[in-house]
């Protein structure tokens, strides 16, 4: 049959050409790989060309000098000694109040969710600063413990102070993560095992906590991983003999070209590789437990010791929680605090230092996260949007490179951005490009795209694409849907994401000091770093801690109420 | 490019002409030529992946055929763009945008038709007081229940005066009531618009009742097409007879043929029935009786024999189920509700002949 009176469409209005691939995602998808080629996989590739070639080609002798030198392995097992501390102490802080919180209702649960929430606001190695001012050798309580009851015990110093640190932080991550799958534990599966006749104790073990399990792992694996490859905890405590301080000291002091920091960094990279890729599996095992029926078990009331026992030790956590907080602000407004329990006088002078005399650290912090927040977010729209309904050829790989960064230690990551942008020189300027602030935004946004595109990636998921098929069918082109339908409906997911980068970036530490070059341009935890390093700058470095501390509340709060409830933030 | 008028824009008449989609291996619509009229009510009908939701989204646009060409008033559109095709469309699940208000998503494809503001306020007023929403429209969808949530999409499609109307088991989301009384609506609106519609459903009671003819799918293709009367009375084969109405199968034999009846041997009876086609005698049929057309009676009363295995009381009607010596069941329908009908009873089935139909059938 021939047709009649066909009216042939000009190109531009052909939807679905015959090629399988769309040129405008095509184009899209090609500038975002040069993006995220440039931001993270050069640097991770530098690093690995650092350690595993040399002028004879690949070679593991640099890796295997790394397994024959003490020092070197000395620091391996401090690290590992400080992730394994760190997760078991912060395991044992949290576990009771998770069961507390998941199992039972009672008046006052949100106020003590929340309260046990509040360390996560305080980045480790800020609240090592705080932690030093009331457990360190001259810290309030450990003197009362020296004056009242004659024990000399000083929790936070050394690797000691590092795992304190870090579990006091971390906790609260753990428990969030239990929390969350004890009360999402189908209740028909508990109240299956009941009718098959176990309860208690043995209900508990055989049923709840296998359930429970696989998420618990997940969380304590990340808690692992990142105390073991921290740096900033480490240098603000004065501890070298840990991998991310030896990796820093080889590559800044020894040489920029020095394959053993590179080795170091291998061996990092190799450790949170594997911890992020078991937590990853065991997360999409949880899956199978929790059924999305929505019905949830009714928390049981207090009743008995046993859950007394247990909110008592919460509270108890929950004030340890504080410590930290309580060290910072109060080493802040202090004139002085040496061997008294409380600072001797008060001033507001370190305020004065920080925002007047010396206000570069907290304005650089400012504009750094925020370029890198919305660079970050349009990234991150570009990848989900391409990975949900780009018509190019794997999708997938755009959508992995830009996770990849999630599981590179910072110090790893710091080193690359060091290692290939060091040679780059700006057109004109004549200068590397490490030399220009740019640089902080483009290793923000590098660190934190993984979390971006997966926050983004998920409010993308929960657009069906019969919204956008609608769309097209009222008479809207591909870019007024994209607009119009599908831009608005993942804003909030993509701009909570944004506030999350903004913060997680300006605490951003293990990876920022490697690239400073010029205190000016330096953001504020590095400032919290110099200022740290000497006795009198102390109440100066706890007051940018202060402000650091209040950046992060206020953008956690907002992500909240942008996003909804979303995956508590780690750094 | 779109003209803005007044009028009403003429309802187009499609054809399909040997449309072709492979999904990987399978096709999921194959060979499949339909032409539907101006203004009428054509209904796509069959079983879950029979391909008539792919058949409904190539002429939306949505899907490229890899075959076959759709033509509308004998323009080939097959590759024009879902957004150049003048259409309205419900979907399934509605697809209303949840960020926008009633009104928003109203007047969307008036929008993107760059009408004039005041005109939109018009038309979106016109359109939602049409689906009986007036004074919602400054509601989310969320707030609004399923029925209302249906209507919007409907009002949404409407509202552009397309020369086409699609509908996606647009009824499948609501209850039973609900959607017995939209059912209602949209076939007084259709008719008001003078719209022409296509209609996907796998609901044979809602098929029939909407629409001016039929097709029904099977495996991508078309096994039949006509109006609900001519498909109801003269199913093409057992799968159209089945699917439409529901028909008890009696294997049997041919014994003797006649100008446009033929007898058919079935267990210990004999039966007479209308046949088309071929049928000579010795060749294996399928004899196939609706359930309404048994008629029971208590004891042997001649026809068939059988013991009534369960009884479905429906309050206005009562079926049973009854089992033949060789353990074939036959559903009867239609029965009288206070027939004291009770399982294990025996009972004679008499076929009222004249409405059953013969196929053939592979030994």
């Not at chain 1, 606001?121 to 800020?126: E, H």
């Not at chain 1, 996260?369 to 990975?387: E, I, K, W």
């Not at chain 2, 088309?276 to 399928?286: F, H, I, L, S, T």
């Not at chain 2, 036959?330 to 196929?359: K, M, N």
């Amino acid at each position: 049959m021939e047709p009649r009176a066909v009216t042939a469409p000009s190109p531009a209005a052909l939807w679905r050409p015959r090629w399988r691939y769309e040129p405008a995602h095509l184009a899209l998808y090609a500038a975002l790989l040069v993006v995220v080629g440039v931001l993270v996989v050069l640097p991770i590739a530098s690093v690995l060309r650092g350690a595993l070639v040399d002028s004879g080609g690949f070679t593991l002798a640099h890796v295997a000098r790394f397994f024959y030198t003490p020092l070197y392995l000395e620091s391996l097992r401090n690290s590992l000694y400080a992730g394994l501390g760190a997760t078991l102490l912060a395991s044992l802080l949290a576990l009771p109040a998770a069961f507390l919180l998941g199992r039972y209702q009672f008046r006052g649960q949100a106020v003590l969710v929340t309260w046990l929430t509040v360390p996560l606001v305080i980045p480790p190695f800020v609240g090592a600063i705080g932690l030093n001012q009331a457990l360190g050798r001259a810290g309030a309580l450990t003197l009362f413990l020296e004056d009242r009851l004659g024990v000399q015990f000083v929790a936070a110093e050394g690797l000691r102070g590092v795992i304190l640190a870090h579990a006091l932080h971390y906790f609260p991550f753990i428990l969030l993560t239990v929390t969350n799958a004890l009360a999402n534990v189908d209740p028909s599966l508990e109240e299956a095992a009941k009718v098959a006749g176990a309860r208690g104790v043995r209900l508990l073990w055989r049923v709840t906590l296998p359930l429970v399990a696989p998420a618990y792992a997940a969380g304590a694996i990340l808690v692992f991983v990142r105390s073991t490859d921290d740096l900033g905890t480490p240098l603000i405590l004065n501890v070298k003999n840990m991998l991310g301080p030896q990796a820093y000291f080889r590559i800044t002091t020894i040489a920029r070209e020095d394959p053993d920091g590179y080795a170091i960094s291998i061996v990092m990279l190799a450790l949170a590789l594997v911890a992020v890729l078991l937590a990853t599996r065991l997360g999409q095992r949880r899956e199978v437990a929790t059924l999305q029926t929505g019905s949830r078990a009714a928390g049981r009331p207090l009743r008995g010791w046993g859950p007394r026992l247990l909110l008592a030790f919460s509270v108890l956590v929950g004030f340890l929680g504080l410590l930290p907080h309580l060290g910072v602000v109060l080493m802040s407004v202090s004139r002085v605090w040496s061997l008294t329990y409380l600072p001797t006088g008060y001033t507001l002078d370190h305020y004065a230092e920080i925002l007047f005399r010396a206000p570069q650290f907290v304005l650089n912090t400012l504009l750094y996260s925020a370029t890198a927040a919305v660079v970050a977010v349009a990234v991150a729209v570009g990848v989900a949007y391409l990975q949900h309904r780009g018509r190019v050829p794997a999708p997938g790989l755009l959508d992995f490179a830009a996770t990849a960064p999630i599981a590179v230690p910072g110090v790893v990551l710091g080193i690359g951005f060091l290692r290939v942008f060091d040679r780059w020189t700006v057109p004109w300027l004549g200068v590397p490009l490490t030399a220009l602030w740019l640089i902080f935004p483009m290793l923000y946004v590098a660190r934190r795209l993984p979390y971006a595109v997966r926050a983004t990636s998920a409010a993308m998921a929960q657009v069906h694409p019969t919204l956008e098929e609608a769309a097209a069918v009222c008479g809207a082109r591909r870019w007024r849907t994209f607009r119009r339908v599908v831009l608005p409906l993942v804003l909030g997911g993509a701009v909570a994401a944004g506030v999350l980068v903004f913060v997680t970036a300006a605490v951003e530490f293990s990876a920022t000091v490697l690239l400073i070059s010029r205190v000016e341009q330096s953001p504020l935890s590095y400032g919290i770093y110099l200022y740290a390093q000497s006795p009198r700058g102390r109440g100066a470095a706890a007051a940018l801690g202060t402000v650091a501390v209040v950046l992060v509340a206020v953008g956690t709060y907002l992500a909240n109420r942008i996003g909804g409830r979303r995956p508590a933030l780690t750094w | 490019m779109e003209t803005v008028s007044e009028e009403r824009v003429l309802a187009v008449e499609v054809e399909l002409d040997r449309l072709t989609k492979r999904f990987g291996a399978t096709a999921a619509v194959y060979g499949l030529s339909l032409s539907v009229g101006r203004g009428e009510f054509f209904t796509l009908l069959g079983p879950s992946g029979c391909g008539k939701t792919t058949t409904l989204r190539i002429v939306a646009g949505l899907v490229e055929p890899d075959d076959g060409r759709v033509l509308f008033d004998g323009k080939d559109v097959t590759r024009l763009p879902p957004w150049d095709r003048n259409l309205g469309m419900v979907f399934q699940n509605y697809a209303l945008w949840p960020h926008m208000t009633v009104f928003d998503n109203v007047a969307f494809g008036l929008v993107e038709r760059r009408v004039p503001r005041a005109e939109v306020q018009r038309r979106v007023a016109e359109a939602l007081d049409k689906v009986g929403l007036t004074g919602m429209e400054g509601r989310f969808p969320s707030q609004l229940s399923g029925g209302q949530q249906q209507r919007v999409a409907l009002a949404r499609a409407l509202v552009v005066r397309p020369g086409l109307l699609l509908l996606d088991e647009p009824f499948s989301n609501l209850d039973a009531k609900l959607r017995v009384q939209m059912r209602a609506e949209l076939a007084r609106l259709q008719r008001d618009l003078g719209i022409t519609t296509l209609y996907v459903t796998h609901d044979q009671e809602e098929a029939l009742v909407l629409s001016d003819r039929i097709a029904v799918l099977d495996s991508g293709r078309l096994v039949q097409a006509g109006t609900p009367r001519e498909l109801y009375e003269n199913p093409r084969d057992v799968f159209v007879a089945d699917f439409l109405g529901g028909a008890n199968l009696l294997p049997g034999v041919v014994v003797r043929r006649g100008s446009a009846e033929v007898e058919v041997q079935v267990g210990d009876a004999r039966v007479t029935a209308p046949v088309e086609g071929e049928a000579a005698p010795g060749q294996p049929v399928w004899l196939s009786v609706r359930p309404e057309h048994l008629e029971l009676s208590f004891g042997d009363a001649g026809g068939l024999r059988g013991t009534v295995v369960a009884t479905d009381y429906l309050g206005w009607t009562l079926q049973a189920e009854v089992a033949l010596p060789d353990g074939t069941r036959l559903q009867v329908r239609g029965l009288d509700p206070s027939t004291p009908l009770r399982p294990g009873q025996p009972v004679s089935l008499r076929i009222r002949s004249e409405r059953a139909r013969v196929f053939p059938r592979r030994s």
